[in-house]
T-cell receptor
């Protein structure tokens, strides 16, 4: 079974630009979550999509947005990039079942975004 | 809000020895899951072990086992017969009804040959 695929692996952008990151979950998984990882703040939850609907959202400004397509692939977009947005962005997929049957989350290798 | 605390930033273990990584959490939920994830330099987060809160029996996966103390809200990971490939960053994580993962700050484990 193919794993979670994130593209691109690396990205360098200039302040003020916008960026789109892509995540393809494991086949059959309907939930896709996004996390930001930085040395200072650690791993922080951005949002989760399930069956094309945002199910949960973290405490990030509106510049961070996402969407999910009918094939469960997800994209996240960051507009008006700031230096502080430099981070590793990780995507995780799961079956999306209830907390009673949560078998864990499978992560991709992440996209390293550098804002200069 | 749920919190996960990993108070040790770094640990070191001799190859073939046993090491225990500590984690405490705080929650008011009764149904939840706890996880340990490993993140090697390749960056990919790898699930090491999971524990359902309603199960009293501690989870075990080969050389990895947990000591889950629900009343104390403690969830430590024991790695037996440590191998060089175990060197990585380890994260303790919690998920409850809202299905989002809350992570601890992580601990860097080094393995001495």
């Amino acid at each position: 079974k193919a794993g979670v695929t994130q593209t691109p692996r690396y990205l360098i952008k200039t302040r003020g630009q916008q960026v789109t990151l892509s995540c393809s979950p494991i086949s059959g998984h309907r939930s896709v979550s996004w996390y930001q990882q930085t040395p200072g703040q650690g791993l922080q939850f951005l949002f989760e999509y399930f069956s094309e609907t945002q199910r949960n959202k973290g405490n990030f400004p509106g510049r961070f947005s996402g969407r999910q397509f009918s094939n469960s692939r997800s994209e996240m977009n960051v507009s008006t990039l700031e230096l502080g947005d430099s981070a590793l962005y990780l995507c995780a997929s799961s079956s999306g079942m209830s907390v009673i049957t949560n078998y864990g989350y499978t992560f991709g290798s992440g996209t390293r975004l550098t804002v200069v | 809000a749920q919190t996960v605390t990993q108070s040790q930033p770094e640990m070191s273990v001799q190859e073939a020895e046993t090491v225990t990584l500590s984690c405490t959490y705080d929650t008011s939920e009764s149904d939840y899951y706890l996880f340990w994830y490993k993140q090697p330099p390749s960056r990919q987060m790898i699930l090491v072990i999971r524990q359902e809160a309603y199960k009293q029996q501690n989870a075990t996966e080969n050389r990895f086992s947990v000591n889950f103390q629900k009343a104390a809200k403690s969830f430590s990971l024991k790695i037996s017969d440590s191998q060089l490939g175990d060197a990585a960053m380890y994260f303790c994580a919690y998920t409850g009804a809202n299905s989002k993962l809350t992570f601890g700050k992580g601990i860097t484990l080094s393995v001495r040959p």
